[in-house]
Antibody
Framework: EVQLVESGGGLVQPGRSLKLSCVAS????????MNWIRQAPGKGLEWVAY????????YYAETVKGRFTISRDNAKNTLYLQMTSLRSEDTALYYC?????????????WGQGVMVTVSS | DIQMTQSPASLSASLEEIVTITCQAS??????LSWYQQKPGKSPQLLIY???SLADGVPSRFSGSRSGTQYSLKISRLQVEDIGIYYC?????????FGGGTKLELK
């Protein structure tokens, strides 16, 4: 069974940093591209970042570029999101999601999400 | 960025009714369109990928179609467990962008 379990969220002051983790199990992690997607309270979904299976390709949303860094450790089956210079508008539930491999680009499995609250 | 205009924003329907949700892309996205269901308090789940392919384990009452740059998700016979918010996603070009969502409720 595919499982994605996020951790590392919490309450943080504006301008500070936080690092999220997503531990994967039930599949060969090193074969799949991975994503971070977020959802502000009561709002819709926003894609945040993508990293390819071997970390060769990395993309960010303009809203987080230069502040967030996505990375992965295939030996530990873990995806990361280092968030710096956090702003109130970064407050959201952050999901990690696996990229499906049947042709087009889509998210076939999602974690349960981890909450990040940026407030003084 | 490619804009995905999803409609309606909310929808109230009866059990066994046919429900259709649409997403209009601001430009050609081919079949790079997927649909997700988010039940209350849960993470989104994949329903349809490649515009028309049913994801593993998804009931056959769900189907996806495409007409030019307009994409549709159809639920052939609405069930109680189908209540939630539905999102489309285009991933033809970066950044991937979601539609605004359709909140589906029971009448």
């Amino acid at each position: 069974e595919v499982q994605l379990v996020e951790s590392g969220g919490g309450l943080v002051q504006p301008g500070r940093s936080l690092k999220l983790s997503c531990v994967a199990s039930g599949f060969t992690f090193s074969n799949y591209g991975m994503n971070w997607i977020r959802q502000a309270p009561g709002k819709g979904l926003e894609w945040v970042a993508y990293i390819s299976s071997g970390s060769s390709y990395i993309y960010y949303a303009e809203t987080v570029k230069g502040r967030f860094t996505i990375s992965r450790d295939n030996a530990k089956n873990t995806l990361y999101l280092q968030m710096t210079s956090l702003r109130s508008e970064d407050t959201a539930l952050y999901y990690c999601a696996r990229r499906g491999i049947r042709g087009t680009y889509y998210f076939d499995y999602w974690g349960q999400g981890v909450m990040v609250t940026v407030s003084s | 960025d490619i804009q995905m205009t999803q409609s309606p924003a909310s929808l109230s329907a009866s059990l066994e009714e046919i429900v259709t949700i649409t997403c209009q892309a601001s430009q050609d996205i081919g079949n790079w369109l997927s649909w997700y269901q988010q039940k209350p308090g849960k993470s989104p789940q994949l329903l349809i990928y490649g515009a028309t392919s049913l994801a593993d384990g998804v009931p056959s009452r769900f189907s996806g179609s495409r007409s030019g740059t307009q994409y549709s998700l159809k639920i052939s016979r609405l069930q109680v467990e189908d209540i939630g918010i539905y999102y489309c996603l285009q991933a033809y070009s970066a950044p991937p962008t979601f539609g605004g969502g359709t909140k589906l409720e029971l009448k």
